[in-house]
């Protein structure tokens, strides 16, 4: 599947034949810049919707609109603990924790030491991947294409955790998915997206 975030909104790259022409979209050969041809159409979306590339090869389209996108790679998780799981609150948003791969670090690695180093706890233990998002933005006005590998991990540690202050986290939070789901709105789309893969794995257990 070719979904990528863009001013928290889902873009997803379809085939032609496989797509609902009344559906919020557009034919891939008007875009001829990501964010510059889409941006009009985004900003009156529902949060919630997802806006549609049409085209007839969808890794081709993919590849040629992020061409010219700097790629970044990172890695997060969603760590459980009973029937808790693990937030944190940066610049007033409630995210889950991620970070930047290191030069031949392995993303599941990544992720456990992002964990580590955002929230202030050690000792997870990783059970099963999640998915990978993607997401774009703007740096030193450069367009980014940011890759993440999300985990699930369960601890059962008694640390509650600290925020690491210097990365802007305001709050390192617990909360039950009912508890998430009211609060929905908080998250950028992007991890509304990674929770409800979350929840797929968990199934059950995570009510």
């Not at 930047?100 to 000792?123: K, L, Q, V, Y």
């Not at 640390?159 to 802007?168: A, H, L, N, V, W």
Request: glycine fraction near 6%.
């Amino acid at each position: 599947m070719y979904k990528v975030f863009i001013e928290n909104r889902a873009v997803e790259f379809v085939n032609s034949q496989n797509i609902d022409l009344n559906l919020p979209g557009i034919d891939a050969r008007f875009v001829l810049s990501i964010e510059a041809d889409l941006t009009e159409y985004l900003i009156n979306l529902d949060s919630n919707a997802c806006f549609f590339i049409h085209c007839q090869d969808p890794r081709k389209e993919w590849e040629r609109l992020f061409q010219n996108h700097q790629f970044v790679h990172a890695a997060g998780g969603a760590v459980q603990k009973e029937h808790e799981f693990l937030l944190i609150r940066r610049f007033g948003m409630l995210d889950l924790p991620k970070g930047h791969m290191d030069i031949n670090e392995r993303p599941e690695i990544a992720a456990e030491r992002e964990i580590g180093e955002e929230c202030g706890i050690s000792a997870l233990i990783r059970r099963d991947f999640i998915c990978t998002t993607y997401h774009t933005y703007f740096y030193m006005d450069h367009p980014v294409l940011k890759q993440t590998d999300w985990y699930l991990f369960d601890y059962y540690g008694i640390d509650k955790g600290q925020p690491q202050t210097e990365e802007g986290i305001e709050e390192v939070i617990w909360m039950t998915f009912p508890e998430i789901k009211v609060r929905r709105n908080a998250f950028y789309t992007s991890v509304q997206y990674v929770l409800a893969e979350t929840e797929k794995k968990i199934g059950d257990q995570s009510l």
